[in-house]
């Protein structure tokens, strides 16, 4: 990784293209006593906490691709800053940059456990399982301030409805009370997110996530306690940690986990334009060869958008990663696999009365 290059330590995008939206959007509110959670920043790095005010916060999951029906995400915009990520493209629709505008200018959903509730006690309301979050973090940095994921996590046991977790931070641990709590029902399974193995390229593609040994050991501690836990090794970015893929198995099935699933890099919109200016400042030796190869899964694009086809790409580099896959599964992971949820407790929980039984 060059050294000479100009650099923006502790955030991932270099760059903050413009947002479409940008004039007529914001509907954001910052918040009076808004954190500063690192003041030796320079002040265009610093974080800055905007609060929303949303009706729902239920999130119908129309993909084919995504295995759960509803999502909810207490938060928009993610501090860890990770170079890749998908869900920098949602960011302009509230009148923000996918870019650096991504990472320090985070949407707090304070009233998320309130309005959750609302929906889980509603009659009509059939248990179905949440993703949580599926756009952002839950875990980021801003949950150690504002506590909303603990909040949401304290509704779905007061109402027994299952819940998915996705996470790469190691504050997670912070809630094993009421994950064991709601593991003990079969109402929670958690994803842990792990990119490499190398804690210097998660430093470069993951600037503010947990360290590597954190993630491992998040892994560890939680498969001890009963949770049960599924590694997202995720995404996979060909000339970059595509050759870590054996290692990584071995490494999350010693540590407990139950399962792996994997994703190829897929750079859509302005994530394209943001990974590639970030790559040519932090590897330009490796850029090239990692911009080719991206393109290659995705019929010569950085882009893949076709359902089916977005997350595991295609071609000879496509079919070698997930052939490496499934001999590493049924290496590691032979007979393993994740609990179902249990769907039959909610319909009784969420009668006041009955609560009372």
């Known amino acids: 990784m060059s050294k000479s290059t100009p650099f923006l330590k502790g955030r991932g995008a270099q760059i903050n293209p413009t947002s479409p939206y940008e004039r007529v959007v914001r509907s954001a509110e910052p918040l009076d006593w808004a954190l500063i959670e690192s003041d030796w920043e320079e002040a265009d790095l610093k974080t800055q906490y905007l609060e929303t005010h949303p009706k729902t916060i239920l999130n119908k999951v129309d993909s084919p691709d995504i295995p759960l029906e509803w999502s909810m995400n207490p938060y928009q915009g993610c501090e860890h800053g990770c170079i890749y990520c998908y869900a920098r493209n949602t960011h302009p629709y509230w009148g923000y940059s996918a870019g650096l505008d991504f990472e320090r200018k985070i949407l707090i959903k304070r009233n998320a456990a309130q309005l959750l509730e609302q929906e889980l006690k509603k009659k009509s309301w059939k248990a179905a399982p949440v993703m949580f979050a599926g756009n952002t973090d839950v875990y980021q940095p801003a949950e150690r301030k504002f506590g909303i994921t603990r909040a949401c996590l304290e509704v779905f046991w007061k109402y027994r409805h299952p819940v998915g977790m996705i996470t790469k931070n190691s504050l997670i641990l912070r809630d094993l009370d009421l994950l064991q709590q709601l593991a003990s029902e079969n109402l929670v399974q958690v994803a842990i997110s792990l990119t490499t193995l190398q804690e210097e390229m998660r430093m470069f593609l993951e600037p503010r996530t947990a360290t590597v040994n954190q993630r491992l050991k998040t892994i560890e501690t939680l498969s001890k306690a009963g949770i049960p836990v599924f590694v997202m090794a995720a995404p996979i970015i060909p000339g970059l940690n595509d050759h870590e893929i054996i290692s990584m198995v071995k490494a999350v099935a010693e540590r407990g986990a139950l399962g792996v699933g994997h994703t190829m890099v897929r750079l859509n919109g302005d994530v394209g334009i943001i990974f590639e200016d970030w790559i040519r400042k932090a590897m330009p030796d490796r850029a090239d060869r990692v911009l080719n190869r991206i393109k290659d899964t995705h019929g010569g694009s950085l882009e893949e958008k076709r359902f089916g086809k977005r997350m595991r790409g295609e071609g000879n580099i496509a079919d070698i990663i997930h052939a490496q896959f499934r001999v590493a599964k049924e290496k590691f992971l032979k007979d393993?696999?994740?609990?179902?949820?249990?769907?039959?407790?909610?319909?009784?929980?969420?009668?006041?009365?009955?609560?009372l039984f």
């Not at 393993?336 to 009955?354: A, I, T, V």
């Open 336 to 355: 393993r696999k994740m609990p179902g949820y249990n769907l039959d407790l909610h319909e009784h929980f969420k009668s006041p009365q009955l609560r």
